[in-house]
């Protein structure tokens, strides 16, 4: 009686160290590589605070935050993000549905399927720039030498050299990047519907468009809430196959908040404005969650 | 009913065919440009195939450029990242499975939050802190810019697979007198292999693919394989053939690592987000 109340005792104490110790090493990490900068990076958006110009570098306030509204790129890359996140999401969550319903249906060499079309999803971001520049080629590309042959065009296409194109191209490239993932998530859903609803459905003579609607679609919610959510945040962010296409060319038309931010930095080495680029963008994300959640999860305790 | 189900195959397959051939075009096509000699690349008749089949390209890219270099560093910074991430994030993973604590599930969901954050949030910061500790040019830069993406990811991940193994050993073992330093490296470790393999490999290719962090923050003498590649567009201007080779050099190794642990990770991801 006396030993059990001991270790008891013993357990509790330690119930209260032990995860801190564990905790510790990815507690230190987080605030010296994510916390500390994401301060930082608050402090440089309130300076003016150029690599070329480093001497002048002064505390200004909310001059920055203010003074990128009559950024001609900046403006014009607001609507662009937009095209470039809906247009996207959308399209690869419709395909990725498709592709995981085909999927869901068992035929010889479905794994081997399956892994194949993962692949885009681990390609590194250059290499999938780099094939996609190559296959879009105003001259060479194989994009143009098919249409051309199967009569659609008569005269190559500057596919990325063109503001009517540039960006849907770029569109079709991340689509191509990301459809995959979204159909294996989706696939994981469907395979955990329990087989007798549908044929609790079929008892009572569903069809096969009923049973998606009215089964299907609402069992497999959740996963399209949380995966579209994700997809948008990893779409909004991503510079690498934007930066290394066009750049954001030709002129604006392929600009985007978050590419804005990253060539700010990188390239002009402001990096007072490109702080605050970066700011507005996260901030517009977590707007955007915010909307998001309480929109799907209404009436939904998780 | 058998032959309505064979026809729903039937007219399935097209669809899928279409979707295999998006997904897989851009691969077959840079591989075959890869193997193309520079003359069958800029002609206006373009064939699909090669007319002569050619290694040169490879040859170029490995003993003219310094592709090879930046390979070798590329998987010295993406082993260490991976080794730092698994055993920071398992540590503190454990802690989340396994204890209840005051603010855990503010930490829990902190931590996805913060995955969220865009990349180029952290560049600015990073440099101007890597500057000062006269670190631009060191592999350590790129393993500690790694971590603002690895780290929050690997514990989520590790999470979700350690809360998948039973408590019931660890409980046997607690009572057997292990402390906890014992459990987790004699009970916890070898049934989170799996996992862990699987994080990691998620973690290296990850690490291995990173471009925009490795272009600000290495020089010209110790550039990984994505900036080395990047840059062959800019130095051998337009010869797609040389660019093609190095696409695919690229992408093999990660694309074998990739399939090897495909399964286990696709799991983890899936029970993660499943569940919500």
């Known amino acids: ?302 | 009913m058998k032959r309505k189900k064979q026809l729903q195959k039937a007219l399935m397959a097209i669809p899928l065919f279409f979707l295999i051939c998006f997904v897989l075009f851009p691969y077959l096509w840079t591989f075959l440009t890869s193997i193309k000699p520079t003359e069958e690349l800029y002609t206006t008749t373009i064939n699909i195939l090669p007319r002569v089949s050619t290694l040169s390209n490879y040859a170029t890219l490995f003993f003219q450029t310094d592709f090879l270099n930046s390979m070798v560093h590329s998987i010295w910074i993406a082993s260490i990242t991976s080794c730092i991430s698994m055993v920071v994030s398992s540590m503190a993973a454990y802690a989340f499975a396994r204890y209840d604590f005051r603010g855990k599930h503010l930490a829990l969901s902190g931590i996805l939050l913060l995955y969220m954050f865009p990349s180029v949030l952290y560049l600015t910061p990073l440099f101007v802190v890597f500057n000062k500790l006269k670190l631009i040019g060191s592999p350590a830069a790129l393993v500690i810019s790694y971590c603002t993406f690895t780290i929050p990811f690997s514990i989520w991940l590790l999470t979700s697979y350690m809360k998948g193994i039973p408590i019931e050993l660890e409980e046997s073992g607690k009572i057997d007198g292990a402390s906890v330093a014992q459990l987790l490296y004699f009970i916890v470790a070898p049934l989170l292999k799996p996992g862990l393999i699987a994080t990691g490999t998620y973690v290296f290719i990850n690490s291995w693919n990173e471009y925009l962090f490795a272009v600000m923050f290495t020089t010209s003498d110790n550039r990984t394989l994505p900036v080395s590649l990047a840059s062959l567009v800019g130095e051998y201007d337009l010869r797609w053939d040389i660019i093609s080779a190095g696409a695919v050099a690229a992408m093999v190794p990660v694309v074998i690592m990739f399939m090897f642990v495909q399964k286990n990770l696709v799991a983890g991801l899936t029970a993660g987000s499943v569940k919500g």
């Not at chain 1, 119930?15 to 990490?29: F, G, N, W």
């Not at chain 1, 510079?239 to 700010?264: C, D, K, N, Q, W």
């Open chain 1, 1 to 302: 009686m006396d030993r059990g109340k001991q270790t008891n005792k013993r357990r509790r104490k330690s119930d209260v160290y032990v995860p801190l110790i564990l905790l510790a090493p990815a507690l230190l990490l987080v605030v010296g590589v994510i916390i500390y900068p994401i301060c930082h990076a608050v402090g440089l958006s309130f300076q003016y605070y150029k690599l070329t110009d480093f001497a002048n570098r002064q505390f200004i306030g909310f001059q920055n935050y203010i003074d990128i509204w009559k950024n001609e790129a900046f403006i014009a890359s607001l609507g662009n993000t937009v095209k470039w996140v809906v247009i996207t999401v959308a399209l690869q969550f419709l395909l990725g549905l498709g592709l995981a319903m085909i999927l869901n249906i068992p035929f010889r060499g479905r794994g081997v399927i399956r892994s194949i079309t993962l692949m885009p999803w681990v390609t590194p971001g250059v290499v999938i720039a780099l094939m996609w520049v190559w296959i879009y080629n105003g001259n060479f590309g194989i994009l143009n030498h098919c249409l051309i042959s199967l009569g659609i065009i008569h005269q190559g296409v500057p596919w990325l050299g063109s503001g009517k194109t540039a960006l849907y191209c770029q569109i079709v490239t991340m689509i191509w990047q990301g459809l995959p993932f979204f159909a294996i998530m989706i696939l994981a859903a469907l395979q955990i519907i329990p087989s007798d609803l549908y044929e609790a459905a079929e008892i009572s003579g569903a069809g096969s468009w009923q049973k998606f609607i009215y089964i299907t679609l609402p069992q497999i919610m959740p996963t399209i809430v949380t995966t579209c959510m994700l997809r948008i945040i990893w779409v909004f962010n991503n510079v690498e196959v934007l930066y290394l296409m066009t750049g954001g060319g030709p002129g604006h038309s392929s600009m985007t908040v978050s590419l804005i931010a990253y060539i700010r930095a990188q390239k002009s080495l402001d990096f007072g404005q490109g702080s605050t680029i970066a700011i507005y963008g996260t901030l517009f994300m977590i707007l955007f969650m915010a909307v998001y959640l309480k929109l799907t999860r209404k009436g939904e305790f998780e």
